[in-house]
């Protein structure tokens, strides 16, 4: 697996770019081209939703013998391509002859994006969902991961933007994604405002992180206890506290000080964290205040609550 670099390789990292993706993230508004494609597991059909939610149009699987057609004429919009090994007429030779071919267009250049993940990842993944790999008809799916990123060596060398998948949530993705291809308007500046508890350690990608903890706890009110921070009740319990109006007054003169200087700054995506004990109360009542107050002034904000998620989805599982 020469091609594929190993866990401790810096290469491998969160977000890592060839020379070619050091141009990705400052080109010029207009229609885009954008494959995506990396191992089966890494990703990929998260980040054809992701970049579907930011009105690409997306196409998944072509066969790669159609390409030449459909990219004929100028794109009306932003497009999408996801490809990968079980592609009808599949081959690292032909798509990296499309890859080069494409990627000298003048007008419209190809980017492409892979996802990636370390083999023992994937190999959970699989486990975890039951799923079959697409290679493992004859082979174990140990040896069908290890036969696909070998596959894929050549075109994981052509990424513009390559983000390693492995240690990242489906919302980490999704955010790596907004912060990579979302389109430049007047408005650059994507919010993330989070909540989640200390106990679980702090969230990746955090720009400014606050402790609630000074704040009193719903948690030792019986009524309140089954509750979370998005119920009236609690965010009434808590902002009752004498020390929220002010903290929560100097939070927002913060906020509303920095966000204009990061725009000014280019910053595209900022993301603020609330932490408190469980990640239930204090710090999802401080996310749906501000986020809410942001989004009254004009922001684009979209608001998460990691413990919450994390207890919906184990009672679902």
Not at 26 to 39: D, E, F, K, Y
Not at 66 to 83: A, D, E, F, N, Q
Not at 268 to 278: A, E, R, V
């Amino acid at each position: 697996m020469s091609d594929h670099p190993p866990a401790d390789d810096p290469t491998a990292a969160r977000t890592g770019l060839t020379p070619a993706g050091d141009a990705v993230q400052g080109r010029s508004a207009g229609p885009r081209l954008v494959l995506v494609t990396g191992p089966s597991g890494a990703g990929r059909s998260t980040a054809l939703r992701a970049l579907e939610d930011l009105d690409y149009e997306t196409i998944d699987n072509l066969p790669l013998s159609l390409l030449p057609r459909l990219l004929t004429g100028p794109l009306p919009r932003s497009l999408v391509l996801g490809i990968d090994v079980r592609n009808r007429d599949f081959s690292p030779q032909k798509m990296v002859e499309i890859i080069d071919e494409l990627g000298r267009d003048t007008v419209v250049p190809m980017e492409v994006l892979y996802l990636d993940a370390r083999a023992d990842v994937l190999l959970r993944r699989y486990s975890e969902t039951r799923r079959r790999h697409p290679l493992s008809s004859e082979e174990t799916a140990e040896a069908a991961i290890e036969m696909e990123l070998d596959l894929l060596g050549r075109i994981r060398a052509r990424a513009d933007v390559l983000i390693d998948t492995s240690e990242l949530t489906v919302h980490d993705l999704r955010d790596e994604i907004g912060r990579w291809f979302a389109s430049d308007g007047e408005q650059t500046l994507a919010i993330s405002v989070e909540s989640f508890s200390y106990k679980r350690g702090l969230p990746r990608g955090g720009d400014m992180l606050l402790d609630t903890r000074f704040l009193r706890n719903p948690h030792w009110d019986r009524a309140l206890r089954p509750l979370d921070g998005r119920d009236a009740a609690v965010q009434d319990y808590v902002k009752a506290d004498p020390r929220f109006a002010p903290f929560f007054d100097k939070l927002l003169d913060l906020t509303e000080m920095l966000l204009p200087a990061y725009v000014a700054e280019g910053k595209s995506y900022f993301t603020i964290g609330f932490g408190c004990t469980g990640g239930q109360h204090r710090s999802v009542t401080l996310a749906e205040t501000l986020a809410k107050t942001l989004a009254e002034k004009g922001w684009q904000v979209s608001i998460r609550h990691r413990e919450l998620e994390r207890r919906q989805t184990a009672a679902t599982t």
